[in-house]
């Protein structure tokens, strides 16, 4: 008999990315799945849905039928239904992409080309809830997952380039909307290839400074020919939350007690779709760059490794290249003039699939063998 799967948050950006991945995988073959709404109970419900209507994702009686609960509905709805649906007796697996859960004692959080054997050992344990991890932390340790299961990394040290779709889909038409401005407003002066550059300067400048009618709501200040070194809330020692995920949640994948250092800076830029970030690797002890580039090359069969040249560089290891596919992108490997035991390594990946919606599907895929 086929588990129920309750589907929360499919008209979302994860939501729509973990829906055409599930359909392209098949993996609806293996459900009977109910299709939630908070908004629009009652309506037709997608093709891959066992009832004809959405069904109210509000309703703790209807949410407490499923065997498993997938949201990609974010951290508000998590924080609202949670609990009382745990609290009402159910017993199923609830499979979130938003962070409320993460660091909570009773969950897993689920990268499984990293974690999987403890991804198995919690649901063998009875665990019930699990969490995709932050974006740029999944990334990094997919791009990093062969020095890591070798033991020789001490440290990592990671500045993030993170695109405008990790804020959603607003935050994308913000960013466009921003270089539409820009082009628009000064049309004239951009394609007059002999204008007086400098002025236009000036111009850009005084718009991304002063212009009241900047596209930047989402934002609170203008991306679009700008960068903003700062992503979510403040916490202790200047730290951003996003910059203090990396340390606690790659320590909890790796099943580890915060003996991998992470710190560094994240930065929100004028990208579309996909993170990247520069890192820097202190060794345990001296690894060239050829058994590094190896290392890492050899992890897992979606890490593409791109050759440290110009020519490849500027073709492969970019957002563009890695955008809507599922290839973590890891090149600019060298060794740091520093110290003999740091390496420099530059990673770009796609933090809609293997940033949110992959582990939450492919989580599905362990579910159903371990209870097969």
């Not at 915060?258 to 001296?286: E, F, I, P």
Request: charged content about 25%.
């Amino acid at each position: 008999m086929a588990l129920k799967l309750g589907f929360i948050g499919a008209r979302g950006m994860v939501g729509r990315v973990l829906l055409e991945r599930m359909r392209q995988e098949k993996d609806f073959e293996h459900f009977d799945t109910i299709f939630f709404s908070t908004s629009q109970v009652g309506q037709p419900a997608p093709e891959d849905s066992c009832e004809e209507k959405l069904w109210d994702a509000h309703s703790i009686e209807s949410l407490s039928q499923m065997d498993v609960i997938i949201s990609c509905q974010g951290g508000d709805y998590t924080n609202e239904l949670h609990s009382p649906l745990r609290q009402s007796g159910w017993k199923g697996y609830w499979v979130d992409a938003a962070s409320t859960l993460r660091m909570s004692s009773d969950s897993c959080l689920v990268l499984d080309p990293i974690n999987k054997n403890l991804i198995k050992e919690s649901l063998r344990n009875g665990t019930l809830d699990f969490v995709g991890s932050n974006c740029t932390v999944s990334l990094m340790l997919l791009a990093l997952a062969g020095p890591l299961k070798e033991g020789v990394v001490e440290w990592v040290n990671s500045h993030t380039y993170q695109a405008a779709s990790g804020g959603g889909a607003a935050h994308m038409r913000e960013l466009l909307k921003g270089m539409g401005y820009l082009y628009k407003k000064h049309q004239n002066l951009i394609d007059d290839d002999r204008g007086d550059i400098l002025a236009l300067d000036h111009l850009i400048s005084e718009d991304l400074r002063n212009a009241s009618d900047f596209p930047k709501e989402k934002f609170g200040a203008p991306l679009a020919a700008n960068l903003l070194p700062w992503i979510d809330s403040a916490v202790e020692m200047g730290q951003t939350r996003e910059e203090w995920k990396g340390m606690v949640e790659a320590n909890k994948i790796l099943g580890l007690n915060d003996s991998l250092g992470v710190d560094g800076t994240c930065v929100r830029v004028g990208a579309l779709r996909s993170h990247s970030q520069a890192l820097t690797l202190k060794l345990k002890k001296s690894v060239s760059a050829d058994e590094l580039e190896k290392m890492i090359g050899d992890a897992h069969e979606w890490v593409d490794v791109v050759a440290n040249n110009k020519e490849a560089t500027i073709k492969d290891l970019t957002p563009a290249a890695a955008s809507g596919t599922l290839r973590i992108k890891v090149g600019r490997i060298r060794p740091m003039k520093l110290s003999p035991d740091m390496m420099n390594v530059f990673t770009v990946g796609d933090q809609l699939l293997w940033g949110a919606a992959e582990p939450l599907r492919r989580f599905l895929r362990i579910l159903l063998e371990d209870k097969a």
